[in-house]
């Protein structure tokens, strides 16, 4: 007997956590493939589909956990390419201060904060703590970009 392609791909979810881990096929990148219709699929793509969320070829389905191989639909939305690339978590590589979006200036003795915007900088402000300053820079991203509870 033959199970059905709902039964094969919940079978390889770990639901025991607060994610829900596929524990199928992984792309190099960390990423869970599901063989679906005679092609390999994006697991997490399939998981919000099958959720009853309709997922434009166009867009990427974003991890708000920032767990590559979770599944769980409460975790995933679908995102623009930008929408996505704000909900990094980290600083980049060349951050000075360890947040992303915030430089120190010392010609005034502040954090300023500037986030990225389709290719365009916005200013945010000046902020005596660096500590203020990260807060501003999420609040900033999760208000441009809906992105509930922001990113770091």
């Known amino acids: 007997m033959r199970r059905s392609a709902t039964e094969r791909f919940w079978a390889k979810v ?15 990148n960390g990423y869970g493939q599901f063989h679906l219709d005679g092609r390999m699929h994006q697991a ?9 969320h309709s997922v434009d070829p166009k867009l990427e ?8 191989n979770c599944v769980r639909p409460e975790h995933l939305r679908a995102a623009t390419h930008a929408e996505n690339g704000q909900n990094l978590r980290g600083a980049y590589r060349t951050s000075g201060t360890g947040v992303r979006g915030v430089t120190w200036r010392a010609s005034c003795g502040r954090f300023q904060v500037r986030v990225q915007i389709g290719g365009k900088s916005r200013h945010i402000g000046y902020f005596a703590t660096l500590e203020a300053a990260e807060a501003a820079a999420v609040g900033a991203r999760a208000d441009l970009f809906a992105i509930p509870g922001g990113s770091r």
């Open 14 to 28: 770990d639901k025991t956590g607060p994610c829900w881990l596929w524990t199928g096929a992984i792309t190099s």
């Open 61 to 68: 389905v974003d991890h708000l956990c920032h767990v590559r």
């Open 44 to 52: 997490h793509r399939i998981s919000l589909e099958w959720a009853g």
